[in-house]
T-cell receptor, first 114, second 115 residues
């Protein structure tokens, strides 16, 4: 069965420090992979996505993610975190027809300390 | 581009009443729309998938008679929570996807509180 695991429920980093949020997936075929960010009481904003090609993908707000098939991982990174990055981050795998059915991880809450 | 709106953003209703939530794609034609439910501090759970002009496909455990979904046009889908009860209180989020596209774009969500 398809699944997504985000091992870290909550992460705190200092402003200016680097960030890596982990995501592991289980999917039989080549996955469509996504990272979304959600601010409190808001919908989800797409940060980046991977469908094929270059395994290092660049997204908005300075985020990037690397697809590693051998590790079934799609970790999200940012070299220098800003206070405004504090939010909930969701990794998702697209299953089914054209990856239409999104299966989300449990989410990682990011706190940024000054 | 790829903006999705939801209305209302928040609604409070009495137990036993029905509530309709609208989801609109503002700048693209959404051939497929999805409805999710999110409990506090939890992830999103897909409730149903609707294709324009077709009946919605509901996920296991979601009552189709309670959560009525209509996707009558390429820019509008509605979710009606019928005979709402306090346990239906939640954050409902829709997303939309264009024809042949893999990416879903999400609305801002609707907070439903049933008293």
């Amino acid at each position: 069965a398809q699944s997504v695991t985000q091992p870290d429920i909550h992460i705190t980093v200092s402003e200016g420090a680097s960030l890596e949020l982990r995501c592991n997936y289980s999917y039989g075929a080549t996955p469509y992979l996504f990272w979304y960010v959600q601010s409190p009481g808001q919908g989800l904003q797409l940060l980046l996505k991977y469908f094929s090609g270059d395994t290092l993908v660049q997204g908005i707000k300075g985020f990037e993610a690397e697809f590693k098939r051998s590790q079934s991982s799609f970790n999200l990174r940012k070299p220098s975190v800003h206070w405004s990055d504090a939010a909930e981050y969701f990794c998702a795998v697209g299953a089914g027809n054209q990856g239409g059915k999104l299966i989300f991880g449990q989410g990682t809450e990011l706190s940024v300390k000054p | 581009g790829a903006v999705v709106s939801q209305h209302p953003s928040r609604v409070i209703c009495k137990s036993g009443t029905s509530v309709k939530i609208e989801c609109r794609s503002l700048d693209f034609q959404a051939t497929t729309m999805f409805w999710y439910r999110q409990f506090p501090k939890q992830s999103l759970m897909l409730m149903a998938t609707s294709n324009e002009g077709s009946k919605a496909t509901y996920e296991q455990g979601v009552e189709k008679d309670k959560f009525l979904i209509n996707h009558a046009s390429l820019t509008l889908s509605t979710l009606t929570v019928t005979s709402a009860h306090p346990e239906d209180s939640s954050f409902y989020i829709c997303s939309a996807r264009g024809r042949g596209k893999e990416t879903q774009y999400f609305g801002p969500g609707t907070r439903l509180l049933v008293l």
